[in-house]
């Protein structure tokens, strides 16, 4: 599976972007997705996952209420829509395909994307 994500700009705090990543192979909807960000001198983050069918979905406790992961298997593409965007939030942003949303929370890939970056002016 090859991942690419894109999406990723410069947006005021407050704001919202809706990044994509988009999936090549036909085994896509068989796959946990999920995103992960890593912020300049940070560890990298988990966080949002969704299942294989969209049925269920994890959030990491920072963007809980704001951010909302959601997928098309019939365009194989994930999307994470980010909302009330806080400069925490800045990050390269980058999405990942996994055995199921428990093993994504802990164990990102084993299928990685290109990040997208996220700019976030106060």
């Known amino acids: 599976v090859q991942l690419q994500a894109f999406g990723g700009g410069l947006v005021q705090a407050g704001g919202s972007l809706r990044l994509s990543c988009t999936a090549s192979?036909?085994?896509?909807?068989?796959?946990?997705m999920g995103w992960f960000r890593r912020a300049p001198g940070k560890e990298r983050e988990f966080v949002a996952a969704i299942s294989w069918s969209g049925g269920t979905t994890n959030y990491a406790d920072s963007v809980k209420g704001r951010f909302t992961i959601s997928r098309d298997n019939a365009k194989n593409t994930v999307y994470l829509q980010m909302n009330s965007l806080k400069p925490e939030d800045a990050a390269v942003y980058y999405c990942?395909?996994?055995?199921?949303?428990?093993?994504?929370?802990?164990?990102?890939?084993?299928?990685w994307g290109q990040g997208t970056l996220v700019t976030v002016s106060s």
């Open positions: 192979g036909r085994t896509f909807s068989t796959y946990a």
């Open positions: 990942a395909a996994g055995p199921n949303t428990v093993a994504l929370t802990t164990t990102p890939g084993p299928y």
